[in-house]
């Protein structure tokens, strides 16, 4: 309860400014979308280990939220976090394989670069092919990247 948060933007995404006791260099931002019940802070804690940080709940006292959302809740926090183990952050029941966090993605690309690293390693041929298809991924994820934040500024200077 030393942390309060104060609404700074209305409208479907909205922004909290959430600090403790008045002291600004210990500001978090929190948005929180009313439509999906997700609230998500720049401090990461809850995309890394599933557990809400002060700041979120801070900001889900402010807006009157009774009990947490579904999407705050995971599997491992449930009765059913024993009957089976999970792949940690992907969708198994869709087939496509997307993951739901930030640490899950994460770990999910180490896997894969640490897999092409093993196989390009073997030889020079296949060290030269796999340099040369990371470098291309790179370059896509970039271009995306850059795409996205275009977007962003865009949307943002149309409101």
């Known amino acids: 309860m030393q942390h309060y948060a104060v609404k700074v933007q209305d409208g479907s995404y909205m922004k909290y400014y959430v600090e403790r006791n008045g002291d600004p260099p210990t500001r978090h931002t929190v948005f929180y979308d009313v439509a999906e019940k997700k609230a998500w802070c720049e401090c990461c804690r809850f995309a890394f280990s599933a557990i809400l940080c002060r700041y979120v709940l801070s900001v889900f006292l402010l807006a009157g939220v009774i009990m947490l959302p579904e999407p705050c809740i995971t599997k491992r926090w449930t009765k059913k976090a024993k009957s089976r183990p999970e792949l940690i952050g992907l969708n198994v029941g869709n087939g496509c394989g997307s993951a739901d966090s930030v640490a899950s993605r994460y770990n999910d690309l180490v896997r894969d670069a640490i897999k092409c690293a093993e196989k ?11 340099k040369e298809l990371l470098r291309k991924a790179f370059m896509d994820i970039r271009g995306h990247g850059e795409k996205l934040c275009k977007d962003a500024l865009h949307s943002a200077s149309s409101r």
């Open 120 to 130: 390009g390693a073997v030889s020079t041929g296949a060290f030269r092919v796999a």
